[in-house]
């Protein structure tokens, strides 16, 4: 198992990322949230158009996840103006969970916060999403608050907010 974590650069492998959040979203989120609502969220968060909107006008940075040369996950970053790292998005196939990728992926977030001088690392994450809220504070993550977010078309996220505090290295 080799993992490599390399930044999207090209639009051909941002369009790849586009097209597998498409296929994470629809076998990780039905029993979460309604196929219409998984739908929704892929056009508006998870769509190449979108993706291309966050990185070229909100500072958004996208990571490829690679298992033995298999795109098999992706990250979203952003740095905040105050001293934390926003992880927008942290996606893995479910045929390569438990392989310690999630593990090395958290990793490569913690990498990349230091680099921009940030002291902690934050996101959201739905509140039914149980695999995830549990990944997340087995790595030290610890919820700060909750939200409710309307998304539009009668549709909310119903999240933890959660924040991880760097240590010194």
Not at 11 to 38: M, N, T, Y
Not at 115 to 133: E, F, I, P, Q, S
Request: aromatic share 10%; proline share 2%; charged share 30%.
């Amino acid at each position: 198992m080799a993992i490599e974590i390399t930044k999207v650069k090209y639009l051909p492998e941002l369009r790849q990322v586009a097209e597998l959040a498409d296929k994470i979203w629809h076998e990780c989120f039905p029993g979460i949230i309604s196929e219409g609502q998984i739908d929704y969220m892929v056009e508006k968060f998870q769509s190449l158009e979108a993706m291309i909107e966050q990185v070229e006008s909100q500072g958004y940075t996208y990571l490829a996840v690679r298992d033995d040369g298999d795109l098999c996950g992706y990250i979203a970053i952003k740095p905040e103006s105050d001293n934390r790292l926003f992880l927008s998005k942290l996606y893995l196939r479910k045929d390569r969970r438990g392989r310690g990728i999630a593990s090395a992926m958290l990793k490569r977030v913690a990498e990349e916060a230091r680099k921009y001088g940030k002291n902690a690392v934050y996101l959201t994450v739905n509140k039914h999403n149980d695999h995830a809220v549990k990944v997340y504070k087995k790595t030290g993550f610890t919820v700060k608050d909750t939200a409710v977010t309307d998304i539009g078309s009668g549709y909310v996220m119903d999240d933890y907010i959660m924040e991880y505090r760097l240590t010194k290295e």
